[in-house]
C-alpha cells in the first residue's frame, strides 16, 4: 500500500522533499550568515573634514592708537646719617663775604644745598678777561720791553699797575691771591698766598706803588723788579721739571711758582713770549776784530744820545726812555746800521705743549704743599687756566702770539691782545 501511495501521489513526493531540501539549505544559510556578522572585526569610521567659510575682517575706517602705560619703578634713595660724637660744638666764624654775585645762598637749594655751602664761585675780571677761581696768581712783566715808546712808555705800564691795584681791591675776600714781578733777570714775588682782605691787598699795594714810579729828576734805568718796594722775595733756585731740559726764565719761571701754590687761574701780563729756549751746541761766530771794534764805537755813540735825550725828557718832567735788550738793543736804536755780536751757541724753543706739561707735572708733584684751599670750589683740584693779556706796540700788526694763544687754550684760559697806550686806557675806562 505504501508502494502504491507513493506510485500515485509520485509528483507530490518530489514536491515535498524538494521543499524539505530547500529548507534545509535555508537554515544552512542562515546559520553561516549569523555566524559571520557575529565573528567580523569592528569597523572603524573616519571624521570627513569639514571646510567652513572664512569671513574677512574689514579695516578700520579710523585709526585708533593704543598707548602702553608706562610706569616708574620708584627710586631708592640712599640717606646717610652722620652722628658726631662732639663733646662740645664748635664756634664757627664765616669769613665776611663781599662782592660775591648773588650773595650767600645763591647757588642752587642755597645754604646746604648740594652739600655745599651754597655760594657763587668768586669771580674777577681784568682787561676783558672773566675768570672765576679760588687762588688766584698774577703774574706782572716789568721787563724793559714792556716800557719802550712804542708800548707807550713807562706813563701807560703806570695805568697797567695801577689798574692791577684797584682788581685786587675789589676782590672777595674769600679768594686767595699772589702776585710775581719779573723783569731783566729778576723775579720777585709776595711771599706766599693770602686772602684778599684790605688789609693784605694795602701791603701788595705798598709793595707796587713804587714799580717803575715816574718821579721828578729819576734815572735812565730806574725801573724793573729793583723798584719794588718792602715786603717781597726774591725767587731762586732752579724749577727744572720734566720735559724741560733746563730751568726756563720770563714769564715761565713764575708760572711754575704758581703751580707749586697750587693756583687754579694764572694771569699773564706781558708783552712777549719770550726765549724760553734750551741750548743744543755750540757754533763758530761770523765775528772779527774789526767787527768788535766797530760796535764798541757805535755802543759808546749810542750811550751818549740816549743820555742827551733823556736829560731833554726830565726837563720837560717826562720818564726816561727805555732801550730793550741791554747794549744790544741801546746800538741798534741808535745805530741800526752796525752789527751786535752773534751767539756762539745753538738754541731750541719749548713749545706751549712743553711748556702746560711741565706746568701740570710740578703742580702734582707739589700738591701736597700747597696752602688749604677755602672749600667753596667743587672744581677738579688738577684743573688749572692760564689767562694771558698780551701788550703789543701801536705800530704792531694784527697777528696774535701763537704760543700764548695755544698755552691758554691748553688749560681752557682766554687770550686777550691789548694794542698800545689807547687800547690800555680804553680798557681802563670802561673798567671804571
Known amino acids: 500500500m505504501g508502494k502504491r501511495y507513493f506510485a500515485k501521489h509520485a509528483k507530490s513526493s518530489a514536491a515535498l522533499i524538494s521543499l524539505g531540501i530547500h529548507a534545509i539549505l535555508i537554515l544552512v544559510a542562515l546559520s ?195 723798584t719794588l718796594g718792602p715786603g717781597g722775595v726774591r725767587i731762586g733756585g732752579e724749577f727744572q721739571v720734566e720735559p724741560l731740559q733746563s730751568s726756563p726764565g720770563e714769564w715761565a719761571r713764575p708760572t711754575l711758582l704758581a703751580m707749586k701754590q697750587q693756583a687754579d687761574v694764572v694771569f699773564v701780563l706781558s708783552c712777549r713770549w719770550g726765549n724760553l729756549v734750551y741750548k743744543t751746541g755750540t757754533r763758530e761766530r761770523d765775528w772779527s776784530d774789526s767787527d768788535q771794534e766797530r760796535y764798541e764805537e757805535a755802543l759808546a755813540k749810542a750811550r751818549r744820545l740816549l743820555q742827551e735825550e733823556n736829560e731833554r725828557r726830565r726837563a720837560r718832567n717826562q720818564a726816561p726812555r727805555v732801550i730793550a735788550r741791554g747794549n744790544h738793543g741801546l746800538v741798534q736804536a741808535y745805530c741800526p746800521g752796525v752789527r751786535v755780536p752773534p751767539s756762539g751757541a745753538t738754541y731750541a724753543r719749548y713749545s706751549p705743549d712743553e711748556m702746560v706739561e711741565a706746568f701740570n707735572n710740578l703742580r702734582g708733584k707739589e700738591k701736597a704743599a700747597a696752602p688749604t684751599k677755602s672749600g667753596v670750589s667743587k672744581q677738579n683740584k688738577n684743573a688749572f687756566e692760564i689767562n694771558v693779556i698780551h701788550f703789543v706796540k701801536e705800530d704792531e700788526g694784527s697777528a696774535e702770539d701763537v704760543n700764548f694763544k695755544k698755552v691758554a687754550s691748553l688749560t681752557r684760559g682766554e687770550y686777550k691782545r691789548i694794542k698800545g697806550m689807547k687800547a690800555i686806557q680804553s680798557y681802563v675806562t670802561a673798567a671804571e
Open 32 to 226: 553561516f550568515v549569523a555566524v559571520t556578522v557575529i565573528t567580523k572585526d569592528d569597523q572603524v569610521f573616519e571624521a570627513k573634514k569639514v571646510q567652513r567659510p572664512k569671513m574677512q575682517l574689514k579695516k578700520l575706517q579710523v585709526p585708533v592708537n593704543i598707548k602702553k602705560k608706562q610706569t616708574q619703578k620708584p627710586k631708592l634713595r640712599k640717606r646717610i646719617v652722620v652722628q658726631p660724637k662732639l663733646q662740645q660744638v664748635p664756634d664757627i666764624k664765616m669769613p665776611e663775604i663781599t662782592g660775591v654775585k648773588g650773595g650767600m645762598g645763591s647757588a642752587a637749594g642755597g645754604l646746604g644745598g648740594g652739600g655745599s655751602l651754597g655760594f657763587a664761585m668768586p669771580e674777577m675780571e681784568l682787561f676783558g678777561i672773566k675768570s672765576k677761581g679760588e687762588k688766584v696768581f698774577i703774574v706782572l712783566d716789568a721787563s724793559a720791553y714792556m716800557m719802550v715808546d712804542s708800548m707807550g712808555g713807562i706813563p701807560a705800564y703806570t695805568i697797567i699797575k695801577s689798574e692791577l691795584v684797584r682788581i685786587l681791591e675789589g676782590l672777595n675776600s674769600t679768594i686767595l691771591f699772589n702776585i710775581a714781578v719779573y723783569g731783566g733777570g729778576d723775579y720777585t714775588l709776595f711771599p706766599e698766598m693770602v686772602a684778599a682782605t684790605p688789609d693784605n691787598v694795602g701791603k701788595v699795594e705798598a709793595w707796587l706803588k713804587p714799580l717803575n714810579a715816574v718821579s721828578q729828576g729819576m734815572g735812565d734805568r730806574d725801573y724793573g723788579p729793583k
